[in-house]
Structures are given as structure tokens and as C-alpha cells.
């Protein structure tokens, strides 16, 4: 059909003299769209899906699901349950993605400690089977494409079916999955995609989630196209003009012999062409095989990736068929940039020595769980980067492919980790996903292979595994090192890894290292930071509340692993344990600790002390930040030691208007002094070369009388996943935050935009983090469906029912199916009008005793009968709205998460209670 040119066309017209002209016209505009299947499109498939937990171990609990005589396993489009197109989700939650469920269940102290007490897991197989279903149309123009589905990530074991066709299952919760429906798909007409995620079994040792918490697009292609992954871009710089190397995979899997030309060009970021190379011969490829091809191409005077400048590039691929059609078009975003890690002198980035200064993340964050909008993503990285931050290492998965394309927007370095070191088909499976999805992001600068696997990593099974992961991965990507993160156990792993990746200098003697493998890289992967909860100076431990530690639980602290690193020019940089808190682990505390405590800002982003302190070292901004706040009504008289953070040369502080003297500050240090409490104002003035800088006051407050919003963004896009990030403090009648409230307040919002969670960085809050409406079903009465070979004859069915006993609020419906033609439905007596839903409050409905009939003639195609026996005629389902949005202030502070529903407009959000309303004002815009 790509052989259809419009010449061509105008002489089949010429020999259809006797077609009739509007079955003609239609058939020829449906060839000639099918002829222009170039255009490769991928559709968002986030919106308008229906969510409802199953059951891990009852099958009826599981709505049905593998009960059938031949099951989704034994016979192909036998997906029951959910997973037959026929199953009616009209009652279910209607959600978008991404969507984690295991952030919406409540807390547990018999729950899982790694994963922060959520009742989701082993204990709770009521909670651990999630289904998602979405009806989607694919046009009839789309066939002769090649259509698949694609998933980002959903945790985990994750089981996809199309109109009942079981299509496949990926076990790993961070692997993306793609699936060929092409041949499952009714084109014109409605379909069905099933998703049931299996929780049961935990992955990790910290909270990951549950359901589809990563995009899902809709692809649609050429049976001739460029492969998944299927270019690898490699750059260098030599005397102004950067040569760019690309290797393109084309796979036909059509039924004919494919004749092409393959032509790329490089757009710049304004999308204007500045470089490009046509193959001049046409290349052939067989049904069913693959083509690798070697090109170049020259940029003069390139604009290089760089972390303030981090320039992007396009390269746009196209495959050109015989007759000049172009059937694929593919692009690929890439950097022109040059990393190099020496052994002795670190890491370099184009030509320049770069120390790296980096933290560990987890993927969750305050409110939303796993399933964090883009935007979010990136408020996560912009705070990283405020601090100085310029390295990121993903902890312990593989990244979400939209972090690594904000990365490389926002200029911060990445090592990518793949989940578990071995050498079998599982684990290089996950390997080659790992580095064939990321390896032209610019971003990333090594590839993790593993993280402190204690069982291998100081034996000669670690060096072995070791050494057969590294040689897989430099044959898929030779442009960047790999690195394994060890910590216990030196002396396998490590004898053996190119890149020696350190986690804790108190585990293994570094300098000894360096010695006796002195050509080997050498980076902290993971250091401790000064462990602490956000605002808290005096331990509770029944509260799970710590004050800055210097000794953390993996040793040390920030300033002493800083100064390590920063010491030994050999070393490429540290990477710290973490730069957010994140849901579980939350060591060394247990219940009702629900949170880690690692992190250098808590698990909504509020800088912690230790935050300060890496900035002052790490950026070029002054910077100034004295601690621990000054309301200490039971300490008068006290001695109490104040601290500051900064790089400026000189400190001095003052209590009262009184000064306490004035420090040097030495390099990667801090400074203290003790001071006897007495209320009112601490204030610290930076000097640089004598003049005086900064300035840092903090006072002793009043008691709690107003709400404050401040929206990090006053303006998003009206694209229905944009977020602003609201933080919500608490005030006293000057207009300082309390650093000691803990006032409850409530969230409401008008306008185009939604609460998406709350948090406020509390690691023991058992609040809930969303809040979300729910519903129960009640089948009608049993239904003695014929089977569709029983002769046919007049259906009935029948069903005495009570109306539901609704509370303040709740509302319900009647919802009703169509088993046979003619049908007619009377309710105690009286016929209901035509349709399949009703509002019970529009229906006369006794309080006991409602009669329901349904009377139809059978179908006579098959398999309309097919379906009927599958239905339930009638069912009534229980809606209960979602509770208003509240959340408590931890220490004067809490966030609320907004995000854009879809409409351009002004979004209204207040904060009301006990104190003075808040009220803050962000502009969704047309996007």
C-alpha cells in the first residue's frame, strides 16, 4: 500500500469506471491514508481510565478474574474478569495517570516497614491487586499500521490484556513494557485495554509504589521503521566542529522485501536544520530482519551540553520507501558533550575538571507517592540544583524516562542503576532496557549495575558478576564507565568494577584503594548527610522526631563526607544519602515512623539545616543560615549552641543587639557559638573581604494566628498534568513562620484545578496524604443466563431489592445491561425510560421490596449471546465523595500539591480553620 502514489491513483480511477463513485471514495481515502502510514504517531494515553482493587488470592474477590473453564494462559483471548471487554467498570474510580494506589491505603503498624506501614504488600492481599481499564476508539484509517501500547512503568508483575487478548507481562515494577496489539485491535470500533498489577511482592527495601504510576502512550507505525531504541548517537569535539557518529537499527516486520533510503538531519533547539547526511543507495531489507548502519555527521561550531548551558539537539531520522514516501520519521534528542573520568584527577566535563556533587533518590515524594507528574519531577530537580546539586544517581531502578529527559534539560548529571547484578537472561534483559532507553541522554555519565549486594560484593562471585555485567554493558554502550556501588564487603566487586563506587568511607579504606588499583575510577555512591528531622533540635523518640546527628547510621555526617571528597582531587565526587526524605526505612526509629530521615531536604522539599551547609560549599550564591530556631519557653537561662552555615569569610552573631563575636570561617567548615537562651532576636551579619554581605535574623515568635500560601508557580498550563507546589505556613501576628505550629487547616479550590495530595515532612504523620471518594456494588438478583446454544426463547429477569440506606452525601445509581432486543424494564411496575444508567434520587424506590423486570427477545447473532451470558442485567452502585483536603503544619510549615484539570483559567485555593484564612491565586494558561 505504500506503492500508492497520486498518479498512481488517477489511473486506478481511470480502470473503476464501473464502481460505484461513493464506495470508490471511500475505499481510495482509506488506502491513500493507509499509504501515508509515515507518519509515526505516539499518543498520551493518560487520561480516562477506571481503577479498582482486586484480590492477590481469592478469585471471586478478584472479580472473576482466571476462573474461566479455559483460562487467558490456555487459550488465547480468554482474559476473564477485567480483562474481557465485556466486564462492566461503569462503577468504578474514574483516575488518571500517572496513579499510585498504595499512597491512597492506610497506614499499618503490621504493614511493611521498607515501605513505609502502607497496608499494600505481603499481609494484605485485599490491597495488593490493582486493575485499570480504558476504552479507546482506533480509526479505521489506522489500518495497515502497526499499533502498540506502551508503559513507562507500572509496579509490578504487571499483566496487560486487549478485547480479552492476554498480550504480556513484565514482573519488574520499573521496566518499560511495550506490546504489538496491532492484530487484537477492532478498527472503527470500541476497544478495551486491561491492565492487573500485582503488589503482593516487594522489589526493593523502600516504598515503590503501586499501580501505573509512569505514562502510557499509544504508538502507531510503519510495518518498515526504525527500531524501539533503535538509534545510538556518540559525539566529540575536535577543533570547533563536533563529528557525530549515529547507529540506526531499522527492523522490517511487514511480509514483503522493503526498499528504502534512510536520511538524517540535526534541528537545533529552534528547529532549524544545521546538518544532514542521505544515504545515496537504496537499501533492502527482508520480512523479519534487521538493519545496522554506521553514519556521520559534522556540526560546526557546536553549542555544547553543559550543566548551565545543557543545549539540546535533534536528530530527526527519516525512512524514505521507493517512491519517495517518507514511512518513518524518528527523533532522537542528544548533547554534543565530552565526559572523561581519570583515575588521579576525576571527572571532567567538555575539557573541564567538574567535581561531582551529587545526591541518592528514591521516586516518591509528599502527597502523590510514586506517581509524580513531570512538573513535580522537575521541582524536584530545580531544588537539588538551588542548593548546587549537579549529579543525580537513581536509586536502586531505573529512572522514568520523563526524569531523564528533564535532566537533560535542566543540566544535572545521572548514573543509572539497574535493579539486581547476575548474569542470566533476567538480568541482562534489564541491563540492555537500562542502556538501550538512556543511552543518548546527555544527562547520563555511567551506569550502575548494581548497589550493595552484600551476598557477592567481597568475593570471587562478585568480581566474576562483575566483570560479565561490565563486558555486557561496554558492548551496548563503550562511551561511558560502569560503576558498582559496595559497601560492606571490599575485595571482589571491587578488584574488578571499572568504576569503584563507594558507599561510606567508614566501610573500606579509600586511600588504599586508590593505591593498589591506582587506573581504577574512584566516587562516593552513597555518603551520609546529616541526618535529621526538618525543624527538630531535641530528640522524641516516640515521635521518631531526631535532631542533626553527627554520627549518622551509616557514619558520620554531610560536612565530615564533603570535606572527604572534596580533599581528594583522585576522587570524582560524592554522591549523598539522600537529597529527599522518602516513604519507608525509616531507620533508626520503627512505628509510627513512617518516613526516612536521610534526606538534605524532607520528602516535600523543605531544606533541612544540613541543606545550608552543602550550599555553601557547593554554590557560588552567598549564603548565610544560622540554627535551631529561638522559641524556648522552657530553657531560659540555657546554654545553647547556634551554628552557622555559610560561605562567607567571616560570621558574627548577635542575641539582643548584643554581639557574641565574630568567626573566621575555614573552608567546607561551619561555625558555633554558645549562647545563653534569652527571647527575641538572634541575628547573624556575613562579611566578605570586611565588608559586611548577609544578613540572617531569626526571632522568637508569637503564638499561631494566620495561614499563609505562597504557589511556587502563580502560572501553569492548562494542560490537565501541570502542577503548582503550594506551601502553606503558619504565622504569628508580625509575620514570622512558628517554627513550632502545628495548626490543622483545610484546602479548598475553585476553579480549573485539583488537590492532588498533601504533605508536610512529619515522619510520623499518619494523616492521609490523599484523599479520594469510593464506591460499593450490589448485583440485582442471579441471573440464569442462557448459554448462547439454548433455544431460543423470551428472557426475563427479576429482582426484589432495598433501596440503599444513603448517608449525608453518598449517592447511588442504578445501573442496568442489555440482554436481548426489544428490552423493556419496569421498576415496581412502572416501565423506566430508555437507557442504562439512573440516579436513584430520580427513581421511586421504596424503602424495602422494589420490584425489577427486565423482559427482551434473544439475540440471534452468536456472539451478542456470547456477551449476554457474561452480563450482570442489574447492579446498583454506592458512590461516596472523596472528604475535603486538611493537613496539619509540622513545625510552621505543609504543602499542598495543585494541578491543572485541564481548563485555562484562575485557580482559587484557601486555607481555612481556627487561624485567618489564606487565600493564594495561580493562572492556569493555554498551553
Known amino acids: 500500500m505504500r506503492d500508492l502514489t497520486p498518479s498512481r491513483a488517477v489511473a486506478l480511477v481511470a480502470r473503476c469506471e464501473g464502481m460505484a463513485l461513493s464506495v470508490?471514495?471511500?475505499?481510495?481515502?482509506?488506502?491513500?491514508?493507509?499509504?501515508?502510514?509515515?507518519?509515526?504517531?505516539?499518543?498520551?494515553?493518560?487520561?480516562?481510565?477506571?481503577?479498582?482493587?482486586?484480590?492477590?488470592?481469592?478469585?471471586?474477590?478478584?472479580?472473576?478474574?482466571?476462573?474461566?473453564?479455559?483460562?487467558?494462559?490456555?487459550?488465547?483471548?480468554?482474559?476473564?474478569?477485567?480483562?474481557?471487554?465485556?466486564?462492566?467498570?461503569?462503577?468504578?474510580?474514574?483516575?488518571?495517570?500517572?496513579?499510585?494506589?498504595?499512597?491512597?491505603?492506610?497506614?499499618?503498624?503490621?504493614?511493611?516497614?521498607?515501605?513505609?506501614?502502607?497496608?499494600?504488600?505481603?499481609?494484605?492481599?485485599?490491597?495488593?491487586?490493582?486493575?485499570?481499564?480504558?476504552?479507546?476508539?482506533?480509526?479505521?484509517?489506522?489500518?495497515?499500521?502497526?499499533?502498540?501500547?506502551?508503559?513507562?512503568?507500572?509496579?509490578?508483575?504487571?499483566?496487560?490484556?486487549?478485547?480479552?487478548?492476554?498480550?504480556?507481562?513484565?514482573?519488574?515494577?520499573?521496566?518499560?513494557?511495550?506490546?504489538?496489539i496491532t492484530e487484537y485491535l477492532k478498527y472503527g470500533d470500541e476497544n478495551v485495554l486491561s491492565v492487573r498489577a500485582d503488589a503482593s511482592t516487594e522489589e526493593g527495601w523502600y516504598y515503590e509504589g503501586a499501580g501505573i504510576y509512569r505514562h502510557v502512550y499509544l504508538l502507531k507505525t510503519d510495518s518498515l521503521r526504525v527500531a524501539r531504541y533503535g538509534t545510538f548517537v556518540k559525539t566529540s569535539v575536535e577543533g570547533g566542529r563536533a563529528h557525530i557518529k549515529v547507529e540506526t537499527t531499522v527492523e522490517n516486520d511487514g511480509r514483503e522485501l522493503a526498499e528504502f533510503k534512510l536520511q538524517h538531519a540535526i534541528l537545533d533547539a529552534n528547529g532549524r536544520e544545521v546538518a544532514k547526511v542521505a544515504v545515496a543507495e537504496s537499501l533492502k531489507l527482508e520480512a523479519g530482519e534487521n538493519l545496522v548502519r554506521d553514519d556521520e555527521l559534522f556540526l560546526s561550531r557546536p553549542k555544547l551540553w553543559d550543566l548551565d548551558t545543557p543545549y539540546l539537539y535533534t536528530l530527526k531520522t527519516r525512512l524514505v520507501d521507493s517512491t519517495g514516501v517518507t514511512v518513518d520519521e524518528y527523533d532522537t534528542t542528544f548533547g554534543v558533550r565530552e565526559i572523561r573520568f581519570d583515575p588521579n584527577k576525576g571527572f571532567f566535563l567538555n575539557g573541564r575538571s567538574v567535581k561531582l556533587k551529587g545526591s541518592n533518590n528514591h521516586h516518591d515524594h509528599a502527597g502523590v507517592g510514586a506517581a509524580l507528574p513531570d512538573s513535580l519531577k522537575e521541582f524536584r530537580i530545580r531544588k537539588l540544583k538551588e542548593m548546587g546539586s549537579n549529579a543525580y544517581r537513581v536509586s536502586h531502578h531505573h529512572a522514568s524516562p520523563a526524569l531523564l529527559e528533564i535532566c537533560d534539560r535542566m543540566g544535572m548529571l545521572v548514573i543509572d542503576e539497574t535493579r539486581l547484578m547476575g548474569i542470566n537472561e533476567y538480568h541482562f534483559d534489564q541491563l540492555e532496557h537500562l542502556i538501550k532507553r538512556g543511552r543518548n541522554h546527555p544527562s547520563i555519565i555511567m551506569w550502575s549495575i548494581g548497589n550493595e549486594e552484600w551476598a557477592i560484593e567481597g568475593n570471587i562471585f562478585g568480581a566474576r558478576i562483575t566483570t560479565r555485567m561490565q563486558d555486557f554493558a561496554k558492548r551496548l554502550d563503550p562511551t561511558r564507565p560502569t560503576t558498582a556501588a559496595i559497601s560492606g564487603g571490599w575485595g571482589g566487586t571491587s578488584t574488578t568494577v571499572e568504576a569503584m563506587g563507594v558507599n561510606y568511607i567508614r566501610h573500606g579504606d579509600v586511600d588504599r584503594q586508590h593505591a593498589e588499583f591506582p587506573d581504577q575510577i574512584i566516587l562516593g555512591t552513597e555518603e551520609t548527610t546529616t541526618q535529621q528531622t526538618r525543624g527538630i533540635y531535641v530528640e522524641n523518640a516516640k515521635l521518631a522526631h531526631q535532631p542533626p546527628i553527627e554520627d549518622g547510621s551509616s557514619g558520620g555526617n554531610a560536612e565530615l563526607g564533603w570535606r572527604f571528597y572534596a580533599e581528594r582531587d583522585y576522587t570524582a565526587g560524592v554522591f549523598f544519602w539522600t537529597g529527599f526524605d522518602y516513604r519507608g526505612e525509616p531507620t533508626p526509629y520503627e512505628w509510627p515512623a513512617v518516613l526516612s530521615q536521610f534526606g538534605i531536604l524532607d520528602n516535600c522539599g523543605f531544606p533541612k539545616d544540613g541543606y545550608f551547609y552543602l550550599k555553601s560549599w557547593w554554590s557560588d550564591e552567598p549564603e548565610l543560615h544560622i540554627f535551631p530556631h529561638w522559641n524556648w519557653p522552657d530553657r531560659m537561662g540555657e546554654t545553647i549552641e547556634v551554628r552557622a552555615h555559610s560561605n562567607c569569610e567571616e560570621v558574627e552573631l548577635f542575641l539582643n543587639g548584643e554581639s557574641l563575636g565574630r568567626k573566621t570561617m575555614v573552608k567546607n567548615d561551619r561555625l558555633a557559638w554558645d549562647v545563653v537562651y534569652d527571647p527575641g532576636e538572634l541575628k547573624a551579619v556575613g562579611f566578605r573581604k570586611g565588608k559586611a554581605t548577609l544578613e540572617k535574623v531569626i526571632r522568637t515568635t508569637g503564638t499561631a494566628v494566620a495561614y499563609e500560601l505562597d504557589a511556587e508557580r502563580s502560572e501553569i498550563f492548562a494542560n490537565g498534568e501541570d502542577v503548582s507546589v503550594v506551601t502553606m505556613r503558619i504565622l504569628d501576628a508580625a509575620g514570622d513562620v512558628v517554627p513550632t505550629a502545628d495548626d490543622l487547616a483545610r484546602f479548598e479550590i475553585e476553579g480549573p484545578g485539583r488537590i492532588i495530595g498533601v504533605g508536610n515532612g512529619n515522619p510520623s504523620s499518619l494523616e492521609a496524604d490523599r484523599f479520594v471518594p469510593s464506591v460499593e456494588s450490589f448485583d440485582l438478583g442471579e441471573w440464569d443466563a442462557p448459554a448462547p446454544w439454548d433455544e431460543p426463547k423470551p428472557l426475563r429477569f427479576e429482582a426484589v431489592f432495598d433501596a440503599p440506606n444513603l448517608k449525608v452525601g453518598q449517592s447511588g445509581r442504578l445501573y442496568l445491561n442489555v440482554i436481548g432486543r426489544d428490552q423493556v424494564v419496569h421498576l415496581n411496575g412502572e416501565a423506566l425510560p430508555e437507557g442504562t444508567e439512573f440516579a436513584l434520587a430520580n427513581l421511586s424506590l421504596k424503602p424495602e421490596g422494589n420490584m425489577l423486570t427486565i423482559d427482551a427477545q434473544p439475540f440471534e447473532e452468536w456472539g451478542a449471546k456470547e456477551r449476554v451470558a457474561k452480563l450482570k442485567p442489574a447492579f446498583v452502585g454506592v458512590f461516596t465523595p472523596a472528604e475535603g483536603y486538611r493537613r496539619k503544619a509540622f513545625n510552621g510549615l505543609a504543602q499542598v500539591i495543585v494541578q491543572s484539570s485541564g481548563e485555562a483559567g484562575e485557580i482559587v485555593l484557601r486555607a481555612v480553620g481556627e487561624l485567618e484564612t489564606a487565600t493564594v491565586r495561580i493562572k492556569a494558561k493555554e498551553h
Open 24 to 180: 470508490f471514495v471511500g475505499w481510495l481515502f482509506c488506502f491513500l491514508a493507509v499509504s501515508q502510514v509515515g507518519a509515526r504517531e505516539r499518543v498520551l494515553f493518560n487520561d480516562d481510565w477506571r481503577f479498582a482493587l482486586g484480590h492477590a488470592s481469592d478469585r471471586d474477590a478478584d472479580m472473576g478474574h482466571a476462573k474461566g473453564y479455559f483460562s487467558y494462559l490456555a487459550k488465547t483471548g480468554y482474559g476473564d474478569g477485567p480483562a474481557d471487554p465485556v466486564f462492566d467498570d461503569r462503577h468504578w474510580r474514574k483516575v488518571d495517570l500517572p496513579h499510585d494506589w498504595a499512597v491512597e491505603m492506610d497506614f499499618d503498624p503490621t504493614a511493611s516497614f521498607s515501605h513505609g506501614f502502607k497496608k499494600v504488600g505481603p499481609g494484605f492481599p485485599e490491597n495488593c491487586i490493582g486493575w485499570y481499564r480504558k476504552r479507546f476508539t482506533v480509526s479505521e484509517v489506522d489500518f495497515g499500521k502497526r499499533i502498540f501500547i506502551e508503559f513507562d512503568g507500572i509496579y509490578r508483575n504487571a499483566a496487560v490484556f486487549v478485547n480479552g487478548f492476554f498480550v504480556g507481562q513484565e514482573p519488574s515494577g520499573f521496566v518499560s513494557q511495550r506490546y504489538d
